[in-house]
C-alpha cells in the first residue's frame, strides 16, 4: 500500500490523500478537494484512480468529487446516511464492510459520528495499520461539531473506536491543524513535555512533507486522549469548579471540546 498525502495549500489547510495498490497502481482518492494536484500526482506515477471516498459532506470535503469522478469515472463511496447530503454516491458505506484497492489494499470503514452524524474514517489492513480519520481525529485534536455533529457522539467515537487502535497506527487526517491543536494541549496541559518538543519541531514544518503520528504518540500530545491526566483536570476545575475531582472521561472530554470552540 503506497499512501500518498497531498497538500492543498488552501485557507482550510485540507490535506487529500491516493492510496496506491502496488502491484496494480489503482487508487483511491479520499476527499480530493485539490482534484488537479490529485489527478496530477496519479498521473506523474502511473496510477489510476478508480474509486473516491468521501469522509463526509462538508465542502471542503466533497468539492472535488465532481470534476474527479468526470475525468476518471471513478465510483463514489460515502457513509450510507449521506446520500441526500452527498450528490451521486455509488456505493452507501456500513461499519465493517471492506474496501478493496487494486489486488493487494483493504481498508475497513469505521462509522465514526460526532464532527457530523454520517462521518466513515478508514484504517488499512496492514501490519503497519493506517487511519485516514477525516474531521474526527486531528493531528493533537478533534474536530468540532458545530455542522451537523454532536459532541456526546465524538465522545463515543474516541472512547470506543480510536482509543482502541494498535498504538502502531499512523494518523492520516483531513487537515493540518497541528500546530494550534499543540498550543491548545499546553494551554490545557501546561507541563506536557511531549507536546511541548513537538510544538518546536512542528512549528515550522513544510506541509508538503508533515509529520505523521501514531495512535501511541496522540495519547501522549493530544488533549482529547489525555482525559484522566491530573493536570488536565486540575487546569479544566479552574474554569469548572463543579466538576469535582474527579471527573468521569466524558465529562473532562466535553469540556474540553466546549472551550476549544472558543479558544
Ligand atoms: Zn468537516
Ligand atoms: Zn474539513
Request: proline share 4%; net charge negative.
Amino acid at each position: 500500500m503506497i499512501v500518498e498525502q497531498i497538500w492543498t495549500g488552501n485557507a482550510y489547510r485540507n490535506f487529500n490523500y491516493l492510496i496506491v495498490c502496488e502491484e496494480t497502481g489503482e487508487a483511491l482518492a479520499i476527499d480530493p478537494l485539490d482534484h488537479r494536484k490529485c489527478l496530477a500526482t496519479a498521473k506523474k506515477n502511473g496510477w489510476t484512480i478508480t474509486q473516491i471516498l468521501n469522509t463526509h459532506e462538508h465542502g471542503d470535503h466533497t468539492g472535488g468529487n465532481k470534476p474527479m469522478i468526470a475525468a476518471t469515472g471513478a465510483k463514489l463511496l460515502a457513509h450510507r446516511n449521506a446520500k441526500n447530503t452527498i450528490a451521486g454516491i455509488d456505493i452507501g458505506l456500513d461499519a465493517g464492510d471492506v474496501i478493496t484497492v487494486g489486488r493487494s489494499v483493504e481498508l475497513l470503514a469505521l462509522d465514526t459520528p460526532g464532527h457530523t452524524m454520517t462521518h466513515i474514517c478508514l484504517l488499512s489492513k496492514t501490519d503497519e495499520p493506517a487511519l485516514f480519520c477525516g474531521d474526527t481525529l486531528f493531528n493533537a485534536g478533534a474536530g468540532n461539531c458545530h455542522n451537523g455533529g454532536h459532541p456526546q457522539a465524538m465522545y463515543e467515537t474516541f472512547a470506543s473506536q480510536l482509543a482502541g487502535l494498535d498504538d502502531n497506527t499512523r494518523i492520516y487526517p483531513g487537515h493540518d491543524y497541528i500546530g494550534n491543536n499543540l498550543e491548545f494541549t499546553l494551554n490545557r496541559e501546561p507541563d506536557n513535555a511531549a507536546a511541548k518538543t513537538l510544538l518546536t519541531e512542528v512549528q515550522h514544518q513544510d506541509a508538503n512533507n508533515a509529520l505523521v503520528t501514531t495512535i501511541a504518540q496522540e495519547k501522549e500530545i493530544n488533549t482529547f486522549f489525555r482525559l484522566h491526566s491530573p493536570s488536565v483536570i486540575a487546569t479544566l476545575r479552574k474554569e469548572f469548579p463543579d466538576i469535582g475531582d474527579q471527573p468521569d472521561s466524558e465529562t473532562v472530554f466535553l469540556k474540553l471540546r466546549e472551550l476549544r470552540n472558543s479558544w
